[in-house]
């Protein structure tokens, strides 16, 4: 926990992902805003100027928004005035906005209608994020931004080589399960895939299943569960080259083994009714202790936090061993960034844009958010003296002893949302038995394959 | 001059309707035309257009052929089945009680029965899914499996068969529809005059002999309509397989139909230009179904 509260994985998250190329020179289009000398107002805001912020109300509601960032904001720029807007259809709101010249300043991208960043920013509509980057940060003015949070946010910030996206939380993504349940029965957390089985077989004969996620609504969580897996055999460069489409990534053999061990699972210790459940049932039979393991971030203890009985308590287990020889030793799990903040380039108010991010990442600002939402942030050191419960705490232990071994996040996920889409079909198929991990790799080559012809879809490239 | 009056009266009351008719139906079908020609992601200003390639590409398309493959069965199950227990049960509100004093009558209660037929018709289509979704829930927590556990049967994944989900949906679609076409072959049968059930059932017609052969020939009109109507449903089914089976034509694409995937192209995937060539696709689809069928059940009039 101490080291921990000393900053949400800086150091961890550094080692495996350091900012490649994150201060790009080239990247100095003409939505870029000029500094001020001014390291109270380093963008040179108008308070006359009215800002506004549209926040997607998800899982972490607006109120983050409402009650805490405008208000710094309101205070930062006195008279100021702000437009809030909250909605759960940020594409059809938005879409016709910016494609006819009035997007809002500030814009929390995520929901099922998030906009595609990538047709955006080919239009020029993202404004440029490396003077926010590098501009003094709120609580010490003689450091920038860009080293007061994790070194991962200036990864997965870039779009064409820019800066154009701030993720602004993080996650840890693994197995979760009831510690009080394991507690109260003996149960060590498998450490092997035997030991993974064997405790398979222990479960049954209680009538609790090993594993399930859910098939209706989620079934992307088995899937990123599948890739972390490949990742943990074979190194993050397995989901580095499905990003890139690489030739043949996808049959690579340890996406072939990850698939395998978990339809394997499935089969043996799975049922086959969760294909039907959408997420909110399934998490309610992993209540109830009538699943074990269940694949998913830490955002779930906040989800869930209503219905979480007294003898339940959320913990995080890392993937077991595949094989003898995982490239990743036991302990890895996925610390990702997420929740993406753009700021309009051609908005009335870009400077006030970049002003409110600079505010969310203020010590102020992300303490807050994480007393609100029950979520960290990307701020280092933000969640001192908040008091994290239990299942968060499990993720911050997982990620200290993980240390340098943080499986990387699949970003074509948000590059090319119709692969993502098509292997969340894949996914259901395969581990319902009904093709073999063999044709699933094969099914998601073809398709990586036709993006990659593809002409109408715009390409990125990650090295990290 | 007074012609003129008459048709000025007219067109006043026309000129309304038919330009709000002309901006927000007419013209988006248009606009649907000229955005399948080109390849527009739905953010850019520029437009730029490819001719006829999204047709080709929709050719080559499996996903395409799919949902075809799947209209094709809804095009045949749900207007047969729909309407031939629309029919049966019609036949037996309005003429199955028999001949009893002064002329036909329906089964004892039938005035009841219309009304809870119709029920079905008057839920919201989203209102139907969520309802179904606990129905058909795949687990012993599900209305149907709860049923057929006590008999020992294990759980169905009604939505999640490959084999039965596309069923499964297609009997929600006829237990929505059915009260509609009840209520309106009832209508038709009401307008049959009784004297030729009361002359046939003189000559010693039972209940089979008098619907094949006056009823249903002389519903024939109403039949040809509902036939339509339900053709150009099993080309939409959008809100209901969205909510019940999901946008990704699960499972393996079982319940893939058009208008979901022209849905998730445009907005997911931003291909508008290419979804909108599917929503041409879809429209020539529909429309050759209706004239094919006007063509070929035509028939002379019978006068009543």
């Known amino acids: 926990m101490t080291a921990f509260v000393a900053g949400p994985g800086a150091g961890l998250l550094s080692a495996c992902a350091t900012a490649g190329g994150g201060g790009d020179p080239t990247a100095a289009p003409a939505t870029s805003i000029a500094a001020s000398a001014d390291p109270k107002n380093p963008f040179g805001v108008d308070a006359k100027k009215p800002l506004e912020v549209v926040i997607f109300s998800g899982g972490y509601g607006d109120a983050y928004a409402k009650d805490l960032h405008e208000e710094l904001y309101k205070k930062a720029f006195a008279g100021v005035s702000i437009k809030h807007t909250a909605t759960q259809q940020i594409g059809t709101q938005l879409r016709p906005r910016f494609v006819g010249g009035d997007a809002p300043d500030v814009l929390n991208n995520s929901g099922p209608e998030a906009m595609d960043l990538v047709a955006l920013a080919a239009e020029g509509h993202l404004a440029d994020l490396a003077p926010l980057f590098d501009a003094p940060s709120v609580d010490e003015p003689g450091k920038k931004v860009r080293d007061t949070i994790t070194p991962a946010v200036l990864d997965n910030a870039k779009i064409d080589g820019k800066d154009l996206v701030l993720n602004y939380t993080v996650s840890h993504r693994a197995l979760w399960y009831n510690a009080k349940l394991f507690e109260s029965r003996g149960w060590a957390v498998p450490k092997t895939w035997a030991e993974f089985t064997a405790l398979g077989e222990t479960a049954k004969k209680d009538g609790i299943l090993l594993f399930a996620y859910p098939g209706q609504k989620g079934p992307y969580y088995q899937l990123w569960n599948v890739l972390y897996t490949a990742a943990k055999i074979g190194g993050n460069q397995v989901i580095i080259d499905l990003d890139n489409l690489v030739d043949n990534a996808w049959n690579a053999e340890p996406v072939k083994q990850a698939v395998t061990a978990w339809a394997d699972v499935q089969a043996k210790y799975g049922d086959k009714a969760y294909f039907g459940l959408d997420h909110t049932q399934t998490q309610i039979k992993h209540l109830q202790n009538e699943v074990l393991f269940y694949p998913v971030g830490s955002w779930i203890e906040n989800e869930m936090t209503k219905d979480i009985p007294l003898d339940f308590q959320y913990a995080i287990a890392p993937i077991p061993d595949v094989t003898a020889a995982d490239k990743m030793p036991y302990g890895a799990i996925q610390v990702g960034v997420g929740e993406n903040f753009v700021v309009a380039a051609k908005g009335k108010n870009p400077q006030g844009g970049l002003e409110y991010l600079r505010i969310m990442l203020s010590k102020e600002g992300a303490k807050g958010f994480t007393e609100k939402t029950k979520n960290l942030t990307v701020v280092n050191g933000a969640a001192e003296g908040v008091d994290l419960p239990a299942g968060l705490k499990s993720a911050a232990k997982a990620q200290d002893a993980a240390g340098e071994n943080i499986i990387t996040d699949a970003r074509f996920e948000g590059w090319y949302k119709e692969l993502f889409d098509y292997g969340t079909e894949q996914i259901n198929v395969v581990m319902a038995g009904r093709i073999t991990p063999e044709k699933f790799c094969a099914n998601m080559q073809k398709k990586a394959d036709a993006i990659k012809k593809d002409d109408a879809v715009a390409k990125q490239t990650r090295s990290q | ?304």
Do not use: C
Request: hydrophobic fraction near 55%; charged fraction near 15%.
């Open chain 2, 1 to 304: 001059m007074e012609r003129l009056r008459r048709y000025g009266f007219v067109a006043g009351f026309l000129v309304v309707p038919v330009a709000l008719y002309s901006v927000f139906v007419i013209s988006p079908y248009i606009q649907a035309f000229q955005l399948s020609l080109t390849s527009w992601n739905g953010y850019s200003s520029v437009v730029r257009y490819v001719g006829l390639d999204n047709f080709g590409r929709l050719l080559e398309d499996e996903v395409f052929w799919r949902a075809l493959r799947n209209h094709g069965l809804l095009l045949l199950v749900l207007p047969i089945v729909t309407i031939v227990i629309a029919l049966f049960l019609s036949f037996l509100l309005n003429l199955g009680g028999g001949t009893r004093g002064a002329g036909m009558k329906g089964v004892w209660g039938s005035t009841f029965y219309r009304v809870v037929y119709f029920f079905p018709q008057v839920l919201a289509v989203a209102v139907v899914g969520v309802l179904f979704q606990a129905v058909y829930r795949p687990d012993e927590d599900g209305v149907l499996n709860g049923v057929l556990g006590r008999f020992g049967v294990e759980p169905v994944g009604w939505l999640t068969e490959p084999g039965l989900a596309l069923w499964s949906i297609m009997a929600v679609m006829v237990w929505q529809a059915v009260g509609f076409y009840v209520v309106l072959f009832s209508a038709g049968m009401a307008a049959i005059p009784r004297d030729y059930f009361e002359a046939a059932a003189l000559d010693g017609a039972g209940r089979v002999r008098l619907f094949f052969s006056i009823t249903l020939p002389l519903l024939r009109d109403t039949v040809q309509v509902g036939w339509i109507y339900l053709g150009i449903a099993a080309f939409d089914g959008f809100a209901l397989i969205l909510v019940l089976a999901g946008d990704k034509g699960e499972p393996d694409g079982a319940t893939t139909i058009l208008p979901v995937t022209i849905y998730k192209t445009a907005f997911a995937f931003n291909k508008v230009g290419y979804a909108s060539a599917m929503g041409v696709a879809l429209f020539f689809l529909t429309v050759t179904f209706a004239v094919l069928t006007l063509r070929t059940t035509r028939r002379e009039r019978i006068e009543l």
